[in-house]
């Protein structure tokens, strides 16, 4: 996994030009950028923009330091490193200096620097994992899926509409209308937190994981009324993302870790709005050209192009 | 309509152990006001006759008559709701529902009624509503826009196809609010609701089309155009008749097709006033009212940015 934190190079292009070596390149968000760091993959290579603050520099350096040798990069688009070599022996991998302003490196020249820092090209397990089955899955095994992530918009309004013990009931119920709905169109409830529920897919059966997601959304005043006998209606947001984890059956879902899941969590709390649906670039490539038209690209979102639908309304 | 011996002798056994001789004779009069049981059952008046025997001929004359349902129908009332001030509780009822419901029968909890489970039977008038009477009923009437250009512009297997996927759909939604289709004609047709809450259920039923319609015309439409269709819906008196041309008479279904062709956009659904206000307030509220037409409610699909 590459993490870069780029204003200047990152415009340029450098972030593609690594997307093409390593898909899992992902942009650091703005903002505390010194914890991202921190809490970043051991593994994980970092590239870091040297930004006109003198102490918010020395923050960055520190944390880079508290890295694994040869795991983080600087870039330096002003100039603003007086020893560039310095920073080698302090545990950097790379340095990218303001001579690069006028053309970016080369792919062969970024790649060079990727394999000194240990990083290798082989992506072609990821391409090669076997897609998700959901008739006969193995546990433990690392798959390829289609993740559809449903989740209920301030749920806390449901509480104050229902009390806690119809909230109970209300969520049972839904998870069985979800579960048999996805069922029916060849998906597994995976795992559910509170009202968030994750569905998984095989990534051929993403036509039906749009499906499943779209009349959520379509059918969501008549399912609040005709399904559930409610005399409200709820907002929901669904996202779907294509990646990888390790299976587990529903129900012992603790122990899976997956960067996929975590990055669709963030999609579906922080970027999606009320009553739409968002997906990543990785999926819009698989959709039919219909279905590929009701998405517009709407920016980057932890190093992805997000593309949604517009909200609907009721 | 052909019910097993097991059943009739269920249900006499149930009648006679819970009710008495006159209870049972009311019964049967309210099936059929014209009952005369001496003259039924041949036996004389002077005779005294007992339970068994009456709770036989009952059940075995409107078995014969076929008004087994309504008699069971009458069972279920008197068990529920008493009969004149007094309760008359019928233990065993629910076996011979159970019966009825193994022949392809549901009951009605909102209207007292059976009819036909349409995954066993789909019969227009579920079973049970009788040619050339007038009954309360909701219509929804369904029309396809454009379908001449439609069928010009595009390859005959696959309009079929499209149509075809979309008539299925449309079975399936209808049956589901135990509507029955009662006419399609290729580009559009009627269908009509009696039992359940009947005018929500036709809304629910055309709201569920029309939202299902946007996903058919993404994923599943073969034809390069998208699908687009108009709906209305209208309830009151009407004709049931297994001839067309007489129920199409009736004045509910004239102004359903009217509120349609009239008052209807494209990917519309409107309602009449009368339906609008037989439905829960968050129904309704789903519903604005036609600025050009005062009584007349649409409901389309809203999509706002990006």
Same mark, same amino acid.
């Given at each position: 996994?590459?993490?870069?934190?780029?204003?200047?190079?990152?415009?340029?292009?450098?972030?593609?030009?690594?997307?093409?070596?390593?898909?899992?390149?992902?942009?650091?968000?703005?903002?505390?950028?010194?914890?991202?760091?921190?809490? *970043?993959?051991?593994?994980?290579?970092?590239?870091?923009? =040297?930004?006109? #603050?003198?102490?918010?520099? !020395?923050?960055?350096?520190?944390?880079?330091?508290?890295?694994?040798?040869?795991?983080? &990069?600087?870039?330096?688009?002003?100039?603003? !490193?007086?020893?560039?070599?310095?920073?080698?022996?302090?545990?950097?991998?790379?340095?990218?200096?303001?001579?690069?302003?006028?053309?970016?490196?080369?792919?062969?020249?970024?790649?060079?620097?990727?394999?000194?820092?240990?990083?290798?090209?082989?992506?072609?397990?990821?391409?090669?994992?076997?897609?998700?089955?959901?008739?006969?899955?193995?546990?433990?095994?690392?798959?390829?899926?289609?993740?559809?992530?449903?989740?209920?918009?301030?749920?806390?309004?449901?509480?104050?509409?229902?009390?806690?013990?119809?909230?109970?009931?209300?969520?049972?119920?839904?998870?069985?209308?979800?579960?048999?709905?996805?069922?029916?169109?060849?998906?597994?409830?995976?795992? !559910?937190?509170?009202?968030?529920?994750?569905?998984?897919?095989?990534?051929?059966?993403?036509?039906? *994981?749009?499906?499943?997601?779209?009349?959520?959304?379509?059918?969501?005043?008549?399912?609040?009324?005709?399904?559930?006998?409610?005399?409200?209606?709820?907002?929901?947001?669904?996202?779907?993302?294509?990646?990888?984890?390790?299976?587990?059956?529903?129900?012992?879902?603790? $122990?899976?870790?997956?960067?996929?899941?975590?990055?669709?969590?963030?999609?579906?709390?922080?970027?999606?709005?009320?009553?739409?649906?968002?997906?990543?670039? #990785?999926?819009?490539?698989?959709?039919?050209?219909?279905?590929?038209?009701?998405? $517009?690209?709407?920016?980057?979102?932890?190093?992805?192009?997000?593309?949604?639908?517009?909200?609907?309304?009721? | 309509?052909?019910?097993?011996?097991?059943?009739?002798?269920?249900?006499?056994?149930?009648?006679?152990?819970?009710?008495?001789?006159?209870?049972?004779?009311?019964?049967?009069?309210?099936?059929? +006001?014209?009952?005369?049981?001496?003259?039924?059952?041949?036996?004389?008046?002077?005779?005294?006759?007992?339970? $068994?025997?009456?709770?036989?001929v009952i059940v075995k004359e409107m078995v014969r008559q076929n008004k087994f349902l309504n008699l069971v129908e009458n069972m279920i009332q008197i068990s529920e709701k008493g009969f004149m001030g007094r309760s008359y509780p019928i233990k065993n009822l629910y076996e011979i529902i159970k019966g009825l419901s193994s022949l392809g029968f549901i009951y009605d909890q909102v209207n007292q009624l059976f009819f036909e489970d349409a995954q066993i039977n789909a019969s227009k008038n579920w079973g049970r509503l009788l040619e050339d009477n007038d009954y309360y009923l909701a219509l929804l009437r369904l029309d396809i826009v454009h379908n001449t250009k439609i069928v010009? !512009?595009?390859?005959?297997?696959?309009?079929? $196809?499209?149509?075809?996927?979309?008539?299925?759909?449309?079975?399936?939604?209808?049956?589901?609010?135990?509507?029955?289709?009662?006419?399609?004609?290729?580009?559009?047709?009627?269908?009509?609701?009696?039992?359940?809450?009947?005018?929500?259920? *036709?809304?629910?039923? *055309?709201?569920?089309?029309?939202?299902?319609?946007?996903?058919?015309?993404?994923?599943?439409?073969?034809?390069?155009?998208?699908?687009?269709?108009?709906? &209305?819906?209208?309830?009151?008196?009407?004709?049931?008749?297994?001839?067309?041309?007489? =129920?199409?008479?009736?004045?509910? &279904?004239?102004?359903?097709? +009217?509120?349609?062709?009239?008052?209807?956009?494209?990917? +519309?659904?409107?309602?009449?006033?009368?339906?609008?206000?037989?439905?829960?307030?968050?129904?309704?509220?789903?519903?604005?009212?036609?600025?050009?037409?005062?009584?007349?409610?649409?409901?389309?699909?809203?999509?706002?940015?990006?």
């Amino acid at each position: 996994m590459i993490l870069v934190s780029s204003s200047v190079f990152g415009k340029m292009g450098l972030i593609d030009i690594l997307k093409t070596l390593d898909k899992d390149t992902r942009v650091l968000t703005e903002g505390d950028v010194v914890k991202q760091i921190s809490s *970043a993959h051991e593994q994980a290579l970092v590239f870091v923009e =040297w930004v006109k #603050d003198e102490t918010l520099n !020395q923050k960055l350096l520190r944390a880079l330091m508290k890295r694994p040798a040869k795991t983080w &990069a600087i870039l330096d688009p002003y100039g603003l !490193q007086q020893d560039p070599a310095s920073l080698f022996h302090l545990g950097a991998f790379d340095y990218l200096g303001p001579e690069f302003k006028k053309q970016l490196p080369e792919k062969a020249r970024l790649k060079k620097a990727l394999g000194w820092a240990g990083w290798e090209p082989e992506v072609k397990p990821r391409i090669q994992m076997a897609d998700f089955d959901p008739v006969k899955p193995l546990i433990g095994k690392d798959y390829r899926f289609c993740f559809l992530l449903v989740d209920f918009y301030k749920p806390e309004n449901l509480r104050n509409q229902l009390g806690d013990r119809g909230v109970a009931l209300f969520r049972n119920r839904y998870k069985n209308f979800l579960e048999k709905l996805c069922q029916d169109n060849g998906g597994v409830l995976w795992i !559910q937190q509170e009202f968030t529920f994750l569905v998984a897919f095989s990534p051929k059966s993403i036509e039906m *994981a749009v499906f499943v997601g779209l009349k959520l959304l379509l059918s969501r005043s008549l399912h609040c009324i005709e399904v559930f006998d409610l005399r409200f209606f709820v907002d929901l947001r669904v996202s779907m993302h294509i990646g990888t984890a390790p299976w587990q059956p529903p129900g012992r879902t603790g $122990q899976v870790v997956s960067d996929s899941i975590n990055s669709l969590f963030h999609l579906g709390m922080k970027r999606t709005p009320a009553n739409a649906f968002s997906i990543t670039e #990785d999926c819009r490539d698989l959709l039919p050209p219909k279905v590929k038209n009701l998405f $517009q690209n709407v920016g980057e979102y932890e190093g992805r192009q997000i593309l949604q639908t517009p909200v609907f309304l009721l | 309509m052909r019910i097993p011996g097991s059943l009739i002798n269920g249900t006499i056994r149930v009648l006679y152990e819970n009710l008495h001789i006159d209870i049972m004779m009311k019964l049967a009069k309210m099936v059929d +006001e014209d009952f005369d049981f001496y003259k039924v059952s041949g036996f004389r008046e002077s005779i005294p006759v007992n339970s $068994q025997d009456c709770a036989s001929v009952i059940v075995k004359e409107m078995v014969r008559q076929n008004k087994f349902l309504n008699l069971v129908e009458n069972m279920i009332q008197i068990s529920e709701k008493g009969f004149m001030g007094r309760s008359y509780p019928i233990k065993n009822l629910y076996e011979i529902i159970k019966g009825l419901s193994s022949l392809g029968f549901i009951y009605d909890q909102v209207n007292q009624l059976f009819f036909e489970d349409a995954q066993i039977n789909a019969s227009k008038n579920w079973g049970r509503l009788l040619e050339d009477n007038d009954y309360y009923l909701a219509l929804l009437r369904l029309d396809i826009v454009h379908n001449t250009k439609i069928v010009r !512009q595009n390859v005959k297997e696959k309009v079929d $196809q499209a149509y075809g996927y979309f008539y299925e759909m449309i079975e399936r939604k209808v049956h589901h609010r135990w509507g029955r289709i009662w006419s399609w004609e290729g580009d559009g047709g009627m269908a009509a609701f009696f039992y359940g809450h009947r005018q929500t259920y *036709a809304v629910y039923c *055309a709201l569920d089309i029309l939202q299902s319609l946007f996903l058919f015309n993404l994923l599943r439409n073969p034809l390069d155009t998208d699908l687009q269709i108009r709906m &209305a819906v209208h309830a009151g008196m009407q004709k049931y008749s297994t001839d067309q041309v007489k =129920w199409k008479k009736s004045d509910t &279904a004239v102004r359903v097709v +009217e509120l349609e062709s009239k008052y209807c956009a494209p990917n +519309e659904l409107v309602i009449s006033q009368g339906v609008n206000s037989t439905l829960e307030k968050t129904l309704s509220n789903l519903f604005e009212e036609k600025q050009k037409a005062s009584g007349i409610f649409a409901y389309k699909i809203k999509l706002e940015g990006p």
